[in-house]
């Protein structure tokens, strides 16, 4: 009797004694009364927290008291307080939705849908993650797969059948999304599983947490760049250049062929099982030394844990490190109050949480004082690691490292695969006794784990945590490739550079038959005839031909909000010097500022945000609908003036609704600035087109229909061409 | 501490068959009392639901009682003993008890598995050592914690409300013992997950009854084991089932105000807005064809079931399903959702159908059925 009870006293003993580093402290918060499992936190700028609650509940806490927002929610996985807006948003599992209090009486009173343009089955895990913003205000959320159904992709090639447990059965499942505002869905990124983490860096980046399972050898944090795929193939049916039975006929290593890793592995049971959202510490050392560092919590080991990345050859990857442990639940999301405090909505709910509340709000505070001995971080360097430390280390002890892989398949999660010990040589201790650098042998795509059991700190400190994960996808090249040119601008969220080489090519559909895309110019439309140019040196031929011609040709008249049609044609070229940006390179310039790339890409590869279509050097086109050089193709473009404040300040950047051969190609889309330098105030300009080096373009039925309402027209516009959609919407 | 314990059940069980009587005085104060929170079925409303299997505050009958006597703090169910005499409290507490029917004030202590190898699964077993837990459960159901690793031995009183034949209907991994009145009613012990098994059936009468279950598997993610009890040609109870871990049940019920409730319900699409109006007349209308496919009266809707776990099961329309109710609201080919609000009775819902704004208002009109209004 006495051994069980010893037993017993040990084993919840354990699961109670956090390990909590010097300095730190977990307050914990009481909850509303009623069924609450909070699933989500914000805070708004007045201090008060906001949580959302699997029950379907909004509440906020001002001071000590709880009150009721809103109610009858479906599953809300998540909530952001829009201080513009004044209005909160959750992820809804059926749509993202804005919460809207008119009398300011702390009761929602409208309910608004955002978008529910992805699809649902009604299959219980299609959980919907988020929202973040970035800093336009945009709003970013994670569809997650479905548990069952009949869509999934069992095959785990070359390592045997098994697993592929996850279905795809509705449009969009496996995705991340942005929405600009009421209405717009803009699919970013595919190949997640159970996406439950979400979270954009200051620097507009998205991130997203995944669970392992099929197809996801472990818990991973993925820095999520717009168009990449992210490993589990069920979610590929949604991209217009796959189709289920295309999936089904691939294998493992034909996906591994498109697959973007995750920038870093969360190593399971070590780091996390099941890890919540990122958050970056923008606290500037109110929540101690960890300044710009990542903080994620985990549903199942009910720690915080930190990451960092760091750009290796153009691709982030880097390292992650136990921070905090012994929460009273399972952290899913987390907010920094103004006074550096760390929070997380915690829940134990259907996943088993190591801390055995069924749910929690909790948070972490700095005594702003002590600083805790931790690993700080580790940079890869081109021959070993560098690792550095809170406090200046005692005795010098070399690290333990030992490294693996994974496999890439369908089967559940993927033991270590070739693990090793790795002999490290050549310690160093920098004179600040804080970063340790060493030689260990290198090799790609493994995960190496630095292990100083031993370290102590001059106060013979040991370390809370002793092991550092570095995910090695990459060795440090000769020399790093120079980012692309900034002119001004970012392309927020998308994670991508103005012309990066990197950047996934957009997928080459069918355009639509030649006869569907010629439109006639409608009675209220002004016919861009020789009548309406400036530049004598474009002349039309009989048949109504423009050809490009020496300078810049700008209409006489200028021009706003408008729908516009074209038609172009490339001159056939068979120089082999003439590729890539030099086939057929015009542009049209909308406002004679923002350029929609006129290019040939019809088998002729170039950068992705230089493709035919594209907003150049911002937004590649959805799909590449080009056809031969020497056929006329066309472009139907809606666009909205940029609204500019009395001060020059950009209220609402220029949109874009675009078809190429009658195929969509840009669903209204935002455009960050002019092609070279950011947004400048102006009013109406005139329509340009550009003169370019390169082989000869022809224009044909030019028309414009000035100040066309753009918001009421979208609706219809979107819907001009049959099938001209290449995928859902 | 296990005396302590065992004392305090037997004198329960004691208490409650010599209690049954008198039940009418109880009727009367609860129709005129209690009715206007917990409903004339007491089915709930503003309180709690005293006939399901949830019971927060205990359902033995010392625990029922001091809920009426010294009320529940924080909210509106006052200290009663300030208003009536102890005997008319005693009478509603019977009265109250005398609803209930299945599973009742149910006690689940855990035991180490080592000191019952090689033994055969007997009460008297447990009896002469010590628990490592005991725990009067809210649910009136069993349920173990995940990772589970030890013996269950569940006790509770069973109510009966109609004689007849009942028995056993069991699953699970492991071995089971089940105990009536201090009868054994069914062994089993499987090594391997098998099919049903069925108990001896055994008659009960109306009234309360000892029920004792004892149940071991092997340690694994979540229990296999499922219990429930069935009347012949009749009804049947869970004995087992999941926990709504430290939650507490949900109903939506109507108000003054109309709700738009969005939940998962079976057979309803997931894009459906429930329209509960202050006549407790609830609408299924469905936001991606602009179509009311559904309705009910004196509906509520029950959320308990989607609360456990990781919400595999969908809340729970209550009412009567009204007959042709179905009818198309908006004529179109695609339909977006822009917003819905509530003001007073009336529900307002924007949409955009083929991209042309439309809205609609839908309050209640009689006492089971509604006015639409564009």
């Known amino acids: 009797m006495k051994k069980i009870s010893i037993f017993f006293f040990l084993f919840s003993f354990s699961i109670l004694d956090g390990q909590i580093p010097a300095g730190y402290k977990i307050q914990t918060v009481p909850l509303p009364r009623g069924s609450v499992s909070v699933l989500g936190l914000c805070h708004k700028p007045d201090g008060t927290l906001a949580i959302c609650t699997w029950e379907g509940e909004v509440w906020e806490r001002k001071g000590e008291i709880w009150t009721k927002f809103a109610e009858n929610l479906m599953e809300p996985n998540g909530i952001h307080y829009d201080e513009k807006e004044e209005a909160y948003y959750v992820g809804q599992k059926p749509e993202l939705t804005r919460l809207i209090d008119f009398d300011k009486d702390g009761v929602c009173d409208r309910y608004e849908c955002i978008t529910d343009a992805f699809g649902i089955s009604s299959e219980y895990h299609e959980y919907h993650f988020g929202p973040v913003v970035d800093s336009l205000g945009r709003k970013y959320a994670s569809l997650n797969l479905g548990a069952r159904g009949e869509f999934t992709v069992p095959d785990g090639k070359p390592f045997g059948k098994g697993g592929g447990n996850m279905s795809y059965n509705a449009p969009w499942r496996g995705w991340v999304y942005r929405s600009d505002r009421k209405g717009h869905f803009q699919p970013l990124a ?24 099929d197809w996801v050898a472990d818990c991973a944090l993925y820095h999520v760049r717009e168009g990449n795929f992210y490993g589990h193939p069920a979610s590929l049916p949604a991209r217009p250049d796959f189709t289920k039975d295309k999936v089904l006929s691939l294998t493992a290593q034909d996906f591994e062929k498109i697959r973007t890793p995750p920038a870093v592995w969360l190593v399971r049971e070590e780091i996390a099982n099941s890890p919540g959202s990122p958050i970056w510490d923008t606290t500037s050392g109110k929540f101690g030394p960890f300044s710009g560092q990542i903080f994620v919590g985990d549903q199942r080991q009910s720690n915080y844990f930190r990451c960092g990345v760091e750009k290796v050859n153009g691709e982030y990857q880097g390292w992650c490190v136990d921070f905090l442990r012994g929460l009273e639940s399972g952290p899913v999301k987390m907010s920094f109050d103004s006074q550096g405090r760390l929070w997380s909505a915690q829940v134990g709910r259907g996943w088993f949480s190591k801390g055995g509340k069924r749910t929690a709000i909790q948070y972490v505070e700095w005594d702003k004082k002590t600083t805790p001995f931790a690993i700080h971080s580790a940079n890869l360097t ?103 040119r900034n002119v001004g601008w970012t392309l927020a969220g998308s994670s991508w550079n103005r012309n990066d080489k990197n950047r996934p090519l957009p997928p080459v559909v069918s355009p639509l038959p030649r006869e569907k895309c010629t439109l006639p110019a409608p009675k209220n439309a002004t016919v861009l005839d020789s009548s309406q140019w400036t530049n004598p040196n474009w002349k039309f031929d ?82 590449n609908a080009s056809r031969k050089p020497g056929e006329w193709q066309s472009y139907d473009i809606l666009m909205k003036a940029p609204v500019f404040s009395s001060q020059g300040k950009v209220d609402e950047p220029l949109r874009v609704t675009a078809f190429h051969n009658g195929i969509l190609i840009h669903n209204d889309v935002w455009v960050y600035g002019e092609v070279g330098g950011p947004y400048k105030k102006h009013d109406k300009r005139p329509l340009m087109i550009q003169d370019h080096k390169g082989t000869g373009v022809s224009f044909r039925n030019l028309w414009i229909i000035e100040d066309f309402p753009y918001d009421s027209a979208l609706p219809e516009f979107r819907n001009i061409f049959p099938n001209g959609l290449a995928s859902s919407i | 501490m296990k005396f302590k314990y065992f004392t305090l059940f037997i004198f329960s069980i004691f208490a409650y068959q010599v209690a049954f009587s008198g039940t009418e005085r109880g009727r009367e104060i609860y129709s005129q009392i209690c009715v206007t929170c917990h409903g004339p079925n007491l089915d709930g409303g503003i309180g709690p639901n005293l006939i399901d299997s949830y019971w927060k505050n205990g359902d033995s009958q010392d625990a029922v009682y001091r809920s009426i006597a010294k009320g529940i703090t924080g909210t509106e169910m006052i200290a009663y003993e300030l208003v009536y005499p102890e005997k008319d409290l005693r009478s509603v507490t019977e009265f109250i008890l005398d609803k209930q029917e299945g599973n009742r004030d149910t006690l689940r202590s855990s035991y180490s598995r080592d000191y019952f190898q090689g033994k055969r699964l007997h009460p008297d077993l447990f009896d002469s050592i010590e628990s490592i837990s005991q725990k009067k459960l809210p649910e009136n159901f069993y349920y173990v914690e995940r990772m589970f690793d030890g013996v269950l031995r569940g006790q509770s009183i069973l109510h009966i409300k109609s004689p007849g034949k009942y028995r056993f209907n069991i699953s699970g991994k492991g071995r089971t013992s089940i105990w009536v009145n201090g009868k054994e009613m069914h062994y089993s012990n499987d090594s391997k997950p098998k099919d049903t098994h069925i108990s001896k059936e055994f008659e009960l009468p109306p009234g309360t009854h000892d029920l004792e279950i004892l149940h071991e598997e092997p340690t694994s993610h979540s229990m296999r084991f499922y219990a429930r009890l069935q009347k012949l040609n009749g009804e049947h109870w869970m004995l087992t089932g999941k926990s709504l871990e430290g939650s507490v049940p949900k109903v939506v019920r109507s108000s003054e105000k109309a709700k738009v409730i969005r939940k998962w319900i079976s057979g309803l699409p997931p894009r459906t807005l429930l329209l509960l109006l202050p006549n407790q007349v609830m609408l299924a209308y469905d936001s991606s064809t602009g179509k009311i496919v559904k309705g009910w009266e004196s509906a509520f809707l029950n959320q308990t079931p989607s609360l456990d776990s990781r919400s595999q099961k969908q809340s729970e ?26 003001i007073g009775d009336t529900v307002t819902i924007a949409s955009l159908v083929d991209g042309k704004p439309k809205n609609f208002s839908i309050s209640p009109e009689g006492k089971n059925s509604y006015k639409l209004t564009f």
Not at chain 1, 397 to 423: A, N
Not at chain 1, 435 to 451: C, G
Not at chain 1, 560 to 584: C, M, T, V
Not at chain 1, 610 to 616: F, K
Request: glycine share 8%; hydrophobic share 25%; proline share 7%.
């Open chain 1, 542 to 623: 009989k048949k109504g031909t423009m050809a490009r011609s020496k300078g810049n040709n700008s209409t006489k008249k200028a021009y706003g909000d408008a729908r516009i049609h074209l038609e172009f044609r490339f001159d056939p070229s068979d120089n082999p010097d003439w590729k890539g940006q030099l086939y057929g390179n015009s542009g049209i310039f909308l406002m004679s500022g923002y350029e929609m790339q006129v290019v040939n890409s019809f088998q002729n590869p170039t950068f992705a945000d230089g493709t035919c279509g594209s907003i150049y050097g911002q937004h590649p086109p959805r799909v």
């Open chain 2, 317 to 342: 329309v209550k009412g009567k399903e009204l007959p042709d109710i179905a009818k198309t609201i908006l004529k179109g080919e695609h339909f977006n959702l822009l917003h819905y609000e509530t």
């Open chain 1, 382 to 484: 081109k021959t070993g690691f560098a690792v550095q430390f809170t406090e200046r280390i005692g005795k010098k002890m070399t690290p333990k490292v030992s490294s693996w892989g994974y496999h890439y398949y369908s089967t559940y999660g993927s033991p270590p695969v070739d693990q090793q010990e790795l002999k490290v040589s050549n310690y160093q201790l920098s004179k600040d006794r804080k970063t340790v650098t060493f030689d260990v042998p290198l090799s790609e795509n493994k995960i190496y784990a630095i292990t100083f059991s031993e370290q102590k700190n001059t106060e013979a400190k040991l370390l809370d945590f002793d092991t550092i994960y570095y995910t090695l996808n990459q060795v440090r090249p000769p020399s790093e490739p120079r980012p692309g």
């Open chain 1, 190 to 213: 595919s190949g997640f599983r159970s996406p439950c983490g979400i979270g954009m860096s200051p620097d507009d980046e998205l991130f997203i947490t995944d669970n392992q399972g």
